[in-house]
């Protein structure tokens, strides 16, 4: 065979091959495209209550700017954010850390330590809704026992905020000192070793050695778990559909609101399109901290 | 004269002509005339729908249809319709709604089926449109156009307990001055029972707190404004609030009707003002079977004035099977099934199941049936369908309802700037209507 028919017949194959493979990938861009398209859309819409659909240009985004509530809601968005990631940042290295060093603990304790993510928030809601009931639940009960003062938890606005921040901390936790736990076995001992001849204290060993070189293993860990705070809402929904008042009124408990229970899709599509902006931003800005902290 | 000879020679025969022509439809009336279709039916998984379907294989049985339901919670279940509805999609046939909540909008928005000629003509023998309460009917109507047909007949009502007001010398309540005397004084003579209860999450609150303003005289809108700032609408945001803030659980603002029942059911609340429709769960257990007493709301200035609502059955407008959808929807409301669903606790929207003897012997059977039929009895007949602002926007209405309460009931406002903060968020929303 010439040169010129074998590369007939390489390009014919490749022009097959696409030719098959062309309906999936259509089909997979497609669905990824059309939700995403169909929001922008549907941002550039107004509904009156009533459902009747009308074009609107940039006025809902104009309309956002000025919504005392969107300010509010993204202010208590970043609120829960910055606290929530703080704390399972904090007790997720501290549990993997545990995890790592007691290496004789069994199985089943290990499974119990990581079992909460594996819980559907719904039901993390619901159990928590119940234990925080100021008049029923068993926390009241407990801090009563120990001689201190009860707490209204998820029915006051001081401490509505904390309270949601706990909860999602109990079952996430587990979940970033799960990849941190994966990132502290791939440490080289080599440098351990060498620290120890130099006669380095535990503290600074982890402030020096452990803590800098597991950096990106942490990043990473903050950048799936903004995404989820970020679009903070199942435990939000079930156990205070953003009370009392609008203390724990989210931008994505806002946004389902006044989409599904007021109707204004257009609204609700332009200020849930404002969220995915910020996750982005967040996401990218987590990216660049992680390109600066590799090693 | 000429008016009475009109009406003898020609009205009287026109109108025994129709009915004749009725009585020779329903005499006609085949229940198997869909056989072989299928009817979805979008369910709100609560008791209603649920003791509706406990027969829904009778259904598939007299019609030779098959009933597919798609049953979510409350909001769940108006979500997958706002999506189905805006799509124009005919996935959905038949659908559960609250005409005191969404009517005006559902109506406005042209997703609701007309009823009004289906259920003049294409009715079977037994079933008795008439027969079915005429106040659920006409809240059910829109622009002339009936809308659903009603499912049950609910609305808050009044449960304390005899044994605790025995013991501090009290007498059922027969005002809201009543009720916060009672309050007070089981607050010194029972401390371990929160004296009252009643719904304190913002979304639920416009529910429990229609009847006290109706009661005290208030109303929601004054001559097309909003009139929570008027005396009688700031004296309900006050009583109502002061109730749940002297009297009320810690964190009743995230208490709606399961909390409400939990501490009712558990015997830690004195009195709780919560749905007729809680009594079977309130009742579970019979803790508190011979120690409650049932009412109706404790009049105000204005005498009782219940708030009274139902489920509908709703017809899509996109569905392409309006006829077999309307033969479930009036199975469903049929005399029959509402007096099986009546055996399960669930009230009938018809008085003349209500008068049923088997139905009669299960109320009968323990005093607090009695007292809560005789409740029902007066919410049939005085009640009112006004449960927020009587506009097409009505949910959010509900918002602000519900924000004003919570903001007095954890003081972050005085009656005036709640009051005032919710009139001009409500008065923007009546402008749209």
């Known amino acids: ?295 | 004269m000429k008016a009475r000879m009109l009406a003898t020679r020609v009205a009287l025969p026109v109108l025994a002509i129709a009915a004749v022509s009725a009585q020779a439809r329903a005499a006609e009336f085949d229940w198997m005339k869909f056989k072989g279709k299928t009817v979805t039916f979008l369910a709100n998984n609560n008791p209603v729908s649920q003791a509706l379907l406990t027969y829904k294989a009778d259904f598939e049985k007299l019609t030779g249809m098959t009933l597919k339901v798609d049953g979510y919670q409350e909001q769940q279940m108006r979500q997958r319709l706002v999506t189905v509805m805006n799509a124009n999609s005919d996935e959905v046939d038949v659908f559960m709604t609250l005409p005191s909540r969404e009517g005006e909008q559902f109506a406005a928005a042209g997703w609701y089926g007309d009823l009004t000629a289906m259920a003049k003509n294409e009715v079977a023998k037994d079933y008795d449109p008439a027969g079915l309460s005429q106040a659920l009917l006409k809240a059910a109507t829109f622009g002339g156009k009936l809308t659903s047909m009603p499912m049950n007949i609910e609305g808050p009502i009044f449960y304390y307990r005899t044994d605790i007001f025995k013991k501090c010398g009290l007498e059922a309540p027969k005002t809201i001055k009543d009720v916060e005397a009672a309050a007070e004084k089981i607050k010194t003579c029972d401390s371990t029972v929160t004296p009252f209860v009643s719904r304190g999450l913002k979304p639920a609150i416009a529910y429990t707190f229609s009847n006290m303003l109706h009661n005290i005289g208030g109303t929601y809108i004054a001559s097309g404004k909003s009139s929570l700032c008027s005396a009688k609408g700031k004296e309900a945001l006050d009583t109502y609030s002061r109730l749940l803030r002297d009297f009320g659980p810690p964190g009743v603002v995230n208490y709606s009707f399961q909390q409400i029942s939990a501490l009712y059911r558990g015997g830690r609340a004195a009195m709780a003002f919560e749905s007729s429709n809680e009594l079977r769960t309130v009742m579970e257990g019979g803790a508190r079977l011979k120690d409650t007493g049932l009412l109706p709301f404790p009049a105000g200035e204005a005498g009782q004035v219940p708030t009274t609502i139902g489920w509908g059955m709703a017809v899509s407008s996109h569905s392409k099977q309006p006829d077999a959808a309307w033969y479930f929807v009036q199975w469903a409301t049929s005399p029959e099934v509402q007096k099986k669903m009546a055996l399960q606790g669930i009230a009938p929207p018809r008085p003349s199941v209500a008068k049923d003897p088997e139905y009669r012997k299960w109320i009968d059977e323990e005093p607090v049936r009695k007292e809560w039929q005789a409740a029902l009895d007066v919410l049939a007949t005085k009640g009112s369908s006004e449960v927020g602002y009587p506009i097409v926007a009505n949910p959010q209405s509900r918002e602000f309802i519900g924000q004003a309460v919570q903001d007095l009931i954890l003081k972050q406002k005085t009656v005036d700037q709640a009051c005032a903060d919710a009139d001009k968020a409500l008065d923007a929303l009546i402008a749209l209507n």
């Open chain 1, 1 to 295: 065979m010439s040169d010129t028919a074998a590369t007939l017949t390489q390009d014919r194959q490749k022009l097959e091959m696409a030719a098959l493979s062309a309906p999936a990938v259509i089909f997979t861009i497609a669905m990824i495209a059309f939700p995403v398209v169909y929001t922008i859309w549907l941002g550039f819409q107004t509904f009156s209550s009533t459902g009747k659909q009308t074009f609107a240009g940039l006025a809902n985004y104009t309309k956002l700017m000025s919504d005392v509530e969107f300010w509010h809601g993204l202010w208590i968005t970043i609120a829960l954010f910055v606290l929530s990631l703080v704390l399972q940042l904090v007790f997720g290295v501290w549990l993997a850390l545990v995890l790592f060093h007691a290496k004789r603990l069994p199985g089943i304790v290990r499974s119990l330590f990581i079992s909460p993510f594996m819980m559907p928030p719904v039901v993390a809601g619901m159990m928590w809704l119940v234990i925080l009931d100021p008049s029923l639940g068993a926390a009241n009960y407990i801090l009563q026992s120990l001689g201190l003062p009860p707490s209204d938890w998820l029915a006051s606005p001081t401490w509505v905020i904390p309270t949601v921040a706990l909860i999602d901390s109990w079952q996430w936790t587990p979940y970033v000192a799960l990849i941190v736990l994966g990132g502290l076995q791939s440490l080289p001992p080599s440098v351990y070793e060498a620290a120890q001849i130099d006669g380095a204290s535990a503290f600074k060993t982890f402030q020096r050695i452990t803590l800098p070189l597991l950096l990106p293993t942490i990043v990473t860990a903050a950048i799936l778990r903004s995404v989820d705070l970020l679009r903070f809402f199942d435990i939000i929904y079930i156990t205070t559909q953003g009370g009392p008042g609008n203390a724990s009124n989210t931008l994505n408990i806002y946004g389902f609101r006044v989409g599904f229970e007021f109707f204004n899709i257009g609204y609700a599509s332009a200020l849930m399109l404002t969220l995915t902006a910020i996750v982005f931003g967040a996401v990218l800005a987590f990216n660049r901290l992680r390109g600066a902290v590799a090693w």
